[in-house]
């Protein structure tokens, strides 16, 4: 409809002659249509009719977020398990067969030379305990690690529980923020923990990596990204006011609690070894092919990122493509399979390392289910080219850089998980056998 008005235009105060309820003039289809032409004057207007429903206000958004997919998540729940069920044999096999007949061989050793024929893991009693190259630093990755599992798991927990609704836009990322902020605290106490028992001695220094480390480059990356956005006066850059609030979390409370649980973590006594470590390390035999460090890591990703790589499609899908995403349930269910994953992967690898002789397991404990993490950013970068049409460099690099964020955190959560397992596992099998 061709709109006229009471002139000179005046945004505050000025009325439509041809629509206005004081005068009761409404739109009929009586009037002349708007003609399109250059340089012309359109006037857009919108109607809002207000209707009763009998809905309550909590059940409104059931519309928005019924799953009519529900099958594929089904298919990718049944897809991870299956992936589990094949692990869970093989630790089966390995924890009450191999083990349990290693272990056995062990103990009944009686002569001196019996026990210079030793083969296989119990080789290296004596070297599986040496501090790694680099503890802090591996000290650091497990405190942070902690620290966004905590986060992870609690926000999971809430989000499952229905205390985050999709009516309150953000409250998903506020609430992560927030957990995060306050699971600084296990962080320093983990990171403190193992650095006391790697016999470390600059627990200061390696409280102040744990706190700046991973959050410094996220922060770093964000900042930069942000900063773009600023830079095409987008309405989608963060606001200075938020900025300045991100980083008074961190400094303010985050690393505050980071050096608390740092400073209990090292005031309790160190984790004894279950073995004595040898003043010199044992030479490591030349590795087969398949063993090698590289391989074998780059094998351990497959199979966690098998277990997510279709819940990760949604994933991607609601934050790249304005979709919903509140299936949690499932989500959760995903997550403790991820978990139970990482951990079965990491032991049978760890396990046929420590067969072959090479003890240096404390690393690449770590990488080999933080690997996954290689498959998730090459997943994305398959899904920016098949899925999404970004034709603007600022969006593109926008991409990027907050999925480089989602597979450094996706690294630092899987590679914990792994290490954990792994350290449970050796120290289970090397205390269960007798060492004179």
């Known amino acids: 409809v061709k709109h006229e008005y009471e002139k000179p235009w005046d945004m505050e105060k000025t009325r439509l002659t041809t629509c206005n309820p004081n005068t009761k003039s409404y739109v009929t289809n009586a009037m002349p249509p708007q ?15 207000f209707k009763p429903s009998p809905i309550r206000w909590a059940s409104r958004w059931d519309t928005y977020l019924l799953m009519s997919d529900d099958q594929i998540h089904w298919f990718s729940i049944i897809n991870s398990l299956m992936i589990v069920l094949f692990l869970s044999g093989m630790v089966a096999m390995i924890m009450m067969r191999t083990l349990y007949r290693d272990i056995s061989k062990y103990n009944q050793l009686e002569t001196q030379d019996e026990a210079q024929e030793e083969t296989g893991w119990k080789l290296v009693h004596g070297d599986v305990f040496r501090s790694p190259m680099d503890a802090s630093l591996l000290c650091t990755y497990i405190g942070t690690g902690v620290q966004f599992f905590g986060m ?18 953000g409250g998903l990322m506020t609430a992560m923020l927030l957990v995060w902020v306050f699971m600084g605290l296990f962080a320093g106490y983990a990171s403190a923990r193992f650095y006391k028992m790697f016999k470390g001695t600059e627990w200061k220094k390696n409280t102040l990596r744990t706190a700046f480390m991973f959050p410094g480059i996220v922060f770093c990356i964000f900042f930069i990204l942000n900063a773009l956005i600023w830079g095409e006066k987008s309405s989608g850059a963060v606001p200075f006011g938020t900025m300045f609030a991100l980083v008074f979390l961190w400094f303010g409370i985050s690393v505050p609690l980071v050096f608390i649980g740092s400073y209990f973590g090292y005031k309790k006594p160190a984790i004894e070894d279950p073995v004595r470590t040898n003043k010199i390390p044992r030479q490591i035999p030349e590795q087969a092919w398949y063993m090698h460090p590289g391989f074998s890591v780059l094998i351990g990703g497959i199979l966690p990122f098998g277990a997510v790589f279709i819940e990760l499609f949604f994933i991607l899908t609601s934050i790249w493509l304005h979709q919903f995403y509140y299936i949690f349930g499932f989500l959760f269910i995903v997550f403790l399979i991820l978990v139970v994953t990482c951990a079965q992967i990491t032991i049978v690898l760890c396990y046929f390392q420590l067969c072959s002789e090479d003890y240096r397991w404390w690393w690449r404990s770590y990488l080999t289910s933080g690997s996954s993490a290689l498959y998730l950013l090459l997943y994305t970068i398959f899904y920016f080219f098949t899925k999404l049409e970004i034709t603007k460099v600022i969006s593109g690099i926008m991409y990027f850089g907050y999925m480089i964020i989602l597979s450094y955190s996706f690294f630092v959560l899987t590679g914990t998980i792994g290490f954990f397992a792994c350290f449970w596992f050796v120290r289970a099998i090397y205390s269960s056998v007798k060492i004179d």
């Open 152 to 169: 992870t798991l609690v926000t999971m927990v809430f989000a499952v529980l229905g205390f985050l609704s999709p009516a309150n836009r």
């Open 35 to 49: 003609e399109v032409d250059e340089q012309e004057e359109i006037i857009f207007t919108y109607d809002v009719a």
